[in-house]
C-alpha cells in the first residue's frame, strides 16, 4: 500500500510504530493494556477508551483523577462527533466573591465542576457496547490490589509532593508514608477503588447527584468552597461537534471554545501562507515560522476564548481566510517579535484507541496543573482538578471569571481527516504545550512526509512568553544558534514533561500504524 509518509526513524529513540487492526495508545503501559482487555472481550474502541481513562485515574495520578475534566472526538465509522465535558464554575463564583482577585491555584476555590466522569458514561451511552461496569474492573483491581508505580510516574509523584502535601486530604491520599512512593513500590489506593465501584453501579450518577456530590459539599463548605451539590446536580456533558481548518490537504478538527484547540487551528491557518515543505525539517527556517506563528495564535486565544456562550466573537472569525493571510504577512521571517500570554505548566493524560470496525476515539482527561487543585475528598480517592486557575479577572474579558461559566481550557483532542475520511487521531498532553504539539505533528507530516511515529520522536519547542522558547535536546546546534540570532530567548529546559507526550493512530487501509511518545511510559498496546 502507499502512505504519504516514509518508514524511516531518524531520531534518536528506541520506540518503533506498532501495526495492527485493533489499536490502544496512553502514556501508561497498564492503561493501554485495560482497553485492549475491552477490546478482546468484544467491545468497541469506545469502550477501550472509556476502560483505559478510568484506569489512568489509578496509575497516572500525578496527572489525572475522578475529578478531572475532559474532552473527546469520536470517528463512529460514519461521521465524526465532539464532546465537551469540562464542568462550569460553581453558582457563587461571582467576580465580587474573589474581591477582583485572580482565582487561585490550589484549593477548593480553584475547583470548577468535574466533568470526566460525565464523559465516561455520555460515551458508554451513545457508543459503548460492553457494559459500563465491566469497564471499571481493571482500574478497581489495580486500585484495591495495588500497581506498581514506575519511575516516570513516581519521580512527578515527588516533584510535585512538596506543593501540595498541605492541601486538605492529599497527604492521606497520596503520601500515606509520609512520602512519594518509589519506583517499583507497589501502590493502593482502595478508596479511590470503592468509587469507581459505586460510579459503575450507578452510571456516574453517585458524583452528581447522590452521596459522593454530598461528600463533596460537605468538604468544599468545611475548607473555605462554595461548590454545593446544586452545582454538580446542574452539570451536563455536551456535544459541540468540532471547528476545523485545512492544512496542505488535510483537515485538522479540534473542540470549539472554551477549548484552546482552536490555537492549532489558528497557527496552522497562519503556516498554509508559508512553502514550509521548502524549508528543511528542524531548521531555524522552519521552527521561527512555527514559533512566530504560535504566538499570534495564543494572542487570539487569550483575548477571544472563553465558555462559548460568553465570547464576543465567534470561533469561525478567528479562522477567516482573510483574517490569516494579514497575520501571516505580520511575521518577520528573520526577526522575533514578543507577544505575550499566561502559559502555566499543566498535568494531563491523552489516550486514543481504534477497533477493526473503523471506529476512532480521540480523548483526553486531566487534573491540569498535576494533581490540579491538591485537594482530595477523604473516603473517596476523588482528586480535584484547579481549572478555575484559567479564569481572567479584567473586566470586560469574555473568559472573566463568573458563576456557572465554563473557563478557558487547555486540554484538546485532535483528529485529521481528508476528503471526509479518517485519517489520524491524535493528541499531545501538557498545558499549553499540546496546540504547539499539535502544530508540530502536523508540519512534520504533511510537510516533510514523517511518519507519525517519527512526528512523535523529534524535538519539539514551547514557547513560553515574550522572546522565550524552551528547545527540546536534539535540534542541530546550527537551528538553536540562528535562532537565537533571530531575537528568540532560549531557555534550556532538561525536564521532557515540558514538551508534553504525543500518542497517534494512523488509518491504513486494512487496519492502524500506532505511535506511542518515547518521552513517558506510552504504550501502543495493540492485537
Same mark, same amino acid.
Given at each position: 500500500?502507499?502512505?504519504?509518509?516514509?518508514?524511516?526513524?531518524?531520531?534518536?529513540?528506541?520506540?518503533?510504530?506498532?501495526?495492527?487492526?485493533?489499536?490502544?495508545?496512553? #502514556?501508561?503501559?497498564?492503561?493501554?493494556?485495560?482497553?485492549?482487555?475491552?477490546?478482546?472481550?468484544?467491545?468497541?474502541?469506545?469502550?477501550?477508551?472509556?476502560?483505559?481513562?478510568?484506569?489512568?485515574?489509578?496509575?497516572?495520578?500525578?496527572?489525572?483523577?475522578?475529578?478531572?475534566?475532559?474532552?473527546?472526538?469520536?470517528?463512529?465509522?460514519?461521521?465524526?462527533?465532539?464532546?465537551?465535558?469540562?464542568?462550569? #464554575?460553581?453558582?457563587?463564583?461571582?467576580? &465580587?466573591?474573589?474581591?477582583?482577585?485572580?482565582?487561585?491555584?490550589?484549593?477548593?476555590? #480553584?475547583?470548577?465542576?468535574?466533568?470526566?466522569?460525565?464523559?465516561?458514561?455520555?460515551?458508554?451511552?451513545?457508543?459503548?457496547?460492553?457494559?459500563?461496569?465491566?469497564?471499571?474492573?481493571?482500574?478497581?483491581?489495580?486500585?484495591?490490589?495495588?500497581?506498581?508505580?514506575?519511575?516516570?510516574?513516581?519521580?512527578?509523584?515527588?516533584?510535585?509532593?512538596?506543593?501540595?502535601?498541605?492541601?486538605?486530604?492529599?497527604?492521606?491520599?497520596?503520601?500515606?508514608?509520609?512520602?512519594?512512593?518509589?519506583?517499583?513500590?507497589?501502590?493502593?489506593?482502595?478508596?479511590?477503588?470503592?468509587?469507581? &465501584?459505586?460510579?459503575?453501579?450507578?452510571?456516574?450518577?453517585?458524583?452528581?447527584?447522590?452521596?459522593?456530590?454530598?461528600?463533596?459539599?460537605?468538604?468544599?463548605?468545611?475548607?473555605?468552597?462554595?461548590?454545593?451539590?446544586?452545582?454538580?446536580?446542574?452539570?451536563?456533558?455536551?456535544?459541540?461537534?468540532?471547528?476545523?481548518?485545512?492544512?496542505?490537504?488535510?483537515?485538522?478538527?479540534?473542540?470549539?471554545?472554551?477549548?484552546?484547540?482552536?490555537?492549532?487551528?489558528?497557527?496552522?491557518?497562519?503556516?498554509?501562507?508559508?512553502?514550509?515543505?521548502?524549508?528543511?525539517?528542524? #531548521?531555524?527556517?522552519?521552527?521561527?515560522?512555527?514559533? &512566530?506563528?504560535?504566538?499570534?495564535?495564543?494572542?487570539?486565544?487569550?483575548?477571544?476564548?472563553?465558555?462559548?456562550?460568553?465570547?464576543?466573537?465567534?470561533?469561525?472569525?478567528?479562522?477567516?481566510?482573510?483574517?490569516?493571510?494579514?497575520?501571516?504577512?505580520?511575521?518577520?521571517?528573520?526577526?522575533?517579535?514578543?507577544?505575550?500570554?499566561?502559559?502555566?505548566?499543566?498535568?494531563?493524560?491523552?489516550?486514543?484507541?481504534?477497533?477493526?470496525?473503523?471506529?476512532?476515539?480521540?480523548?483526553?482527561?486531566?487534573?491540569?496543573?498535576?494533581?490540579?487543585?491538591?485537594?482530595?475528598?477523604?473516603?473517596?480517592?476523588?482528586?480535584?482538578?484547579? $481549572?478555575?486557575?484559567?479564569?481572567?479577572?479584567?473586566?470586560?474579558?469574555?473568559?472573566?471569571?463568573?458563576?456557572?461559566?465554563?473557563?478557558?481550557?487547555?486540554?484538546?483532542?485532535?483528529?485529521?481527516?481528508?476528503?471526509?475520511?479518517?485519517?489520524?487521531?491524535?493528541?499531545?498532553?501538557?498545558?499549553?504545550?499540546?496546540?504547539?504539539?499539535?502544530?508540530?505533528?502536523?508540519? $512534520?507530516?504533511?510537510?516533510?512526509?514523517?511518519?507519525?511515529?517519527?512526528?512523535?520522536?523529534?524535538?519539539?519547542?514551547?514557547?513560553?512568553?515574550?522572546?522565550?522558547?524552551?528547545?527540546? $535536546?536534539?535540534?542541530?546546534?546550527?537551528?538553536?544558534?540562528?535562532?537565537?540570532?533571530?531575537?528568540?530567548?532560549?531557555?534550556?529546559?532538561?525536564?521532557?514533561?515540558?514538551?508534553?507526550?504525543?500518542?497517534?493512530?494512523?488509518?491504513?487501509?486494512?487496519?492502524?500504524?500506532?505511535?506511542?511518545?518515547?518521552?513517558?511510559?506510552?504504550?501502543?498496546?495493540?492485537?
Amino acid at each position: 500500500m502507499t502512505t504519504p509518509f516514509g518508514w524511516n526513524l531518524p531520531y534518536a529513540w528506541p520506540r518503533k510504530p506498532v501495526l495492527a487492526e485493533n489499536v490502544v495508545c496512553t #502514556s501508561q503501559p497498564l492503561a493501554a493494556q485495560a482497553g485492549l482487555r475491552m477490546l478482546a472481550e468484544g467491545g468497541n474502541a469506545v469502550d477501550a477508551a472509556i476502560a483505559t481513562a478510568i484506569t489512568l485515574t489509578i496509575v497516572e495520578p500525578v496527572s489525572n483523577g475522578i475529578g478531572s475534566d475532559a474532552f473527546a472526538i469520536v470517528w463512529d465509522g460514519a461521521r465524526l462527533h465532539g464532546l465537551n465535558a469540562s464542568g462550569r #464554575s460553581p453558582a457563587g463564583w461571582t467576580p &465580587e466573591y474573589f474581591g477582583g482577585n485572580p482565582v487561585p491555584a490550589l484549593g477548593w476555590n #480553584s475547583v470548577t465542576v468535574p466533568g470526566a466522569v460525565s464523559a465516561w458514561a455520555e460515551l458508554h451511552a451513545t457508543f459503548g457496547q460492553l457494559p459500563f461496569t465491566t469497564l471499571f474492573k481493571p482500574a478497581i483491581a489495580y486500585g484495591r490490589n495495588g500497581f506498581l508505580v514506575s519511575p516516570t510516574v513516581a519521580e512527578q509523584w515527588a516533584a510535585q509532593a512538596p506543593l501540595f502535601k498541605d492541601q486538605p486530604g492529599f497527604a492521606e491520599t497520596f503520601l500515606p508514608a509520609k512520602r512519594a512512593p518509589k519506583p517499583g513500590e507497589l501502590f493502593r489506593l482502595p478508596h479511590h477503588a470503592a468509587t469507581l &465501584e459505586l460510579l459503575a453501579e450507578t452510571n456516574g450518577e453517585a458524583l452528581y447527584r447522590g452521596e459522593l456530590a454530598d461528600r463533596l459539599e460537605a468538604h468544599a463548605a468545611a475548607h473555605g468552597g462554595v461548590m454545593r451539590a446544586d452545582d454538580l446536580a446542574a452539570h451536563r456533558a455536551d456535544w459541540v461537534g468540532t471547528i476545523d481548518s485545512t492544512y496542505r490537504g488535510y483537515t485538522v478538527h479540534e473542540i470549539p471554545p472554551n477549548s484552546q484547540g482552536i490555537v492549532a487551528l489558528i497557527a496552522l491557518g497562519i503556516l498554509e501562507h508559508f512553502d514550509m515543505p521548502s524549508l528543511p525539517v528542524d #531548521s531555524a527556517d522552519s521552527v521561527h515560522l512555527q514559533i &512566530e506563528a504560535v504566538k499570534l495564535a495564543f494572542a487570539d486565544a487569550r483575548a477571544h476564548v472563553a465558555d462559548i456562550d460568553h465570547m464576543a466573537l465567534a470561533p469561525h472569525r478567528l479562522l477567516d481566510g482573510e483574517y490569516l493571510r494579514q497575520r501571516a504577512a505580520s511575521i518577520d521571517p528573520k526577526r522575533a517579535k514578543p507577544a505575550f500570554a499566561d502559559t502555566p505548566k499543566g498535568g494531563t493524560v491523552y489516550l486514543t484507541a481504534a477497533d477493526a470496525a473503523g471506529v476512532m476515539v480521540s480523548m483526553i482527561q486531566s487534573n491540569y496543573m498535576g494533581f490540579g487543585s491538591g485537594v482530595v475528598v477523604p473516603g473517596t480517592g476523588i482528586s480535584l482538578q484547579n $481549572r478555575g486557575a484559567d479564569f481572567a479577572v479584567a473586566q470586560g474579558h469574555p473568559n472573566r471569571v463568573g458563576p456557572n461559566k465554563r473557563p478557558y481550557h487547555t486540554i484538546i483532542p485532535g483528529f485529521v481527516t481528508k476528503n471526509g475520511a479518517p485519517v489520524m487521531s491524535f493528541g499531545v498532553m501538557g498545558g499549553t504545550m499540546q496546540p504547539q504539539g499539535h502544530v508540530q505533528m502536523m508540519v $512534520r507530516i504533511a510537510d516533510h512526509g514523517q511518519n507519525p511515529q517519527a512526528a512523535c520522536d523529534g524535538p519539539r519547542f514551547r514557547w513560553v512568553h515574550g522572546l522565550q522558547v524552551s528547545c527540546e $535536546r536534539g535540534f542541530p546546534p546550527s537551528t538553536l544558534d540562528e535562532l537565537q540570532r533571530r531575537g528568540h530567548d532560549l531557555i534550556t529546559v532538561d525536564d521532557y514533561n515540558q514538551f508534553g507526550s504525543c500518542q497517534a493512530i494512523w488509518r491504513l487501509d486494512d487496519g492502524y500504524l500506532a505511535a506511542s511518545d518515547p518521552r513517558r511510559d506510552g504504550q501502543a498496546a495493540a492485537f
